[in-house]
C-alpha cells in the first residue's frame, strides 16, 4: 500500500511562520477533514521528555503544538495535550518546555498520563498487554507530534518511538532493561503502535531544529527547517531520518516493519508530497554513540528516584 508523507519548509519558529508551514502540510496530505471530524476530542501527544525549554531542541515546541491547536479549534474540537515525562511531573515539565502558555491562550487540556489501563495485545509479538494512559479510551483520536532527534539506544526517535510515552509511569524505563535485546525493543515498540494506530490518525514531526548526538536528552540543537507528517508513523520516520543523513537501515523499527506482516513496510511506497525532497538541503545529523548496553545502567540511575516513588509499579 503506498504511504505519503507531506514536506514543507519552515525557517523558524516565529509563530506566523510555523502556522502557515503547518497548514500547507496538512492540506497536502487533504486537510484535517481527513483525519479528524467536527467536534471530536484529541489528544496531541509531544515529546516532553523532560522539562526542558524550547531553545535546547529536546522538545516538541510550543509554536508548533499551537500551530495545530489552532486549526483543530477551527473544527470547534475539544484539545488535550499530554504525555508522561520519566524523570518530571507533567505541569511541571509543560511549564518548562512553554507547551503549557500555548495551551493556555487556546483553552487547550494539560492531559497528565497518572492514571492507567491495562489494554489486551493479543497479537503482540513480544508484548501481550499494554499499560496504557487511560486517555486512550477518553478520546477520539490521538495526533503523534515527535521531535527530530537521534537516540542513544533506537539510532533514530521519531513517530513511532514517541508513542512509548503513552505508557505512564516507570514501566517503560524497565522495559528498556527487559527488552534492551534490539529485536525485542523494536519490536515491543512495533506491538504498541499496531495497538495503538487505529487512533493515531496523524504524526506530525517537529524538524524546524532537531537534536543531534546523544539524543534522546544529551544531544544538541540543531537546524534542520522542516516540518513532516504522514498517517503511517513507519513511513514518516524513514522519510526523517534520510532526511538528516541517517541510514534508515540502521533504524531497527523499520527493519522489522518490513519482515512483520502487520506492517510489511516498504519504502518503495512511500509518495512525498509538497516541497519536493530534492529542494531540502540539510546538513547531516552527527549519529549518536550507539552504545546500548553501556547505556542501560546510565538510563536507570538517572531516574531512581521516579523509579523508587511508582516501585509498587512494577510488579509483572
Do not use: W
Not at 495551551?103 to 493479543?122: G, L, M, Q, Y
Not at 535485546?181 to 514531526?205: G, P, S
Not at 548526538?213 to 540543531?222: F, H, I, R, T, Y
Request: charged share 25%; with cysteine.
Amino acid at each position: 500500500m503506498p504511504y505519503t508523507v507531506s514536506l514543507e519548509k519552515c525557517s523558524s519558529y516565529s509563530q506566523s511562520e510555523v502556522d502557515k508551514a503547518a497548514g500547507r502540510l496538512i492540506s497536502n496530505l487533504g486537510g484535517i477533514s481527513r483525519f479528524i471530524k467536527k467536534g471530536q476530542k484529541v489528544l496531541l501527544k509531544p515529546n516532553v521528555v523532560r522539562g526542558a525549554s524550547p531553545e535546547e531542541g529536546m522538545t516538541t515546541h510550543p509554536a508548533v503544538i499551537e500551530a495545530v491547536v489552532k486549526i483543530l479549534k477551527e473544527n470547534r474540537c475539544e484539545i488535550l495535550v499530554g504525555d508522561s515525562p520519566f524523570s518530571d511531573d507533567t505541569m511541571g515539565a509543560m511549564k518548562a518546555c512553554g507547551i503549557y502558555d500555548a495551551c493556555r491562550r487556546h483553552n487547550a487540556e494539560i492531559a497528565a498520563f497518572d492514571k492507567k489501563i491495562n489494554v489486551k495485545n493479543d497479537r503482540g509479538l513480544v508484548v501481550k498487554e499494554f499499560p496504557l494512559t487511560h486517555y486512550f479510551d477518553e478520546v477520539d483520536a490521538v495526533i503523534n507530534m515527535p521531535k527530530l532527534k537521534t537516540h542513544c539506544q533506537l539510532y533514530f526517535t521519531g513517530a513511532v518511538k514517541n508513542l512509548y510515552s503513552m505508557m505512564p509511569g516507570p514501566r517503560r524505563g524497565f522495559y528498556h532493561l527487559k527488552y534492551s535485546n534490539m529485536e525485542y525493543f523494536a519490536n515491543m515498540l512495533l506491538d504498541l503502535y499496531a495497538l495503538l494506530k487505529e487512533k493515531v490518525v496523524l504524526n506530525l514531526i517537529d524538524g524546524v531544529y532537531g537534536m543531534e548526538g546523544n539524543g534522546p536528552c544529551n544531544g544538541s540543537a540543531k537546524f534542520a527547517g522542516i516540518l513532516a507528517a504522514s498517517s503511517d508513523a513507519n513511513a514518516l520516520d524513514f522519510v526523517s531520518c534520510s532526511l538528516i543523513g541517517l541510514d534508515a537501515n540502521n533504524l531497527p523499527t523499520l527493519h522489522y516493519a518490513r519482515k512483520r506482516k502487520d506492517y510489511l513496510f516498504d519504502e518503495k511506497n512511500v509518495k512525498i508530497t509538497g516541497e519536493g525532497i530534492k529542494n531540502i538541503k540539510i546538513e547531516p545529523f552527527q549519529e549518536a554513540e550507539y552504545s546500548t548496553l553501556n547505556m542501560m545502567p546510565e538510563f536507570v540511575n538517572s531516574f531512581k528516584d521516579y523509579i523508587m516513588r511508582h516501585k509498587e509499579e512494577l510488579v509483572y
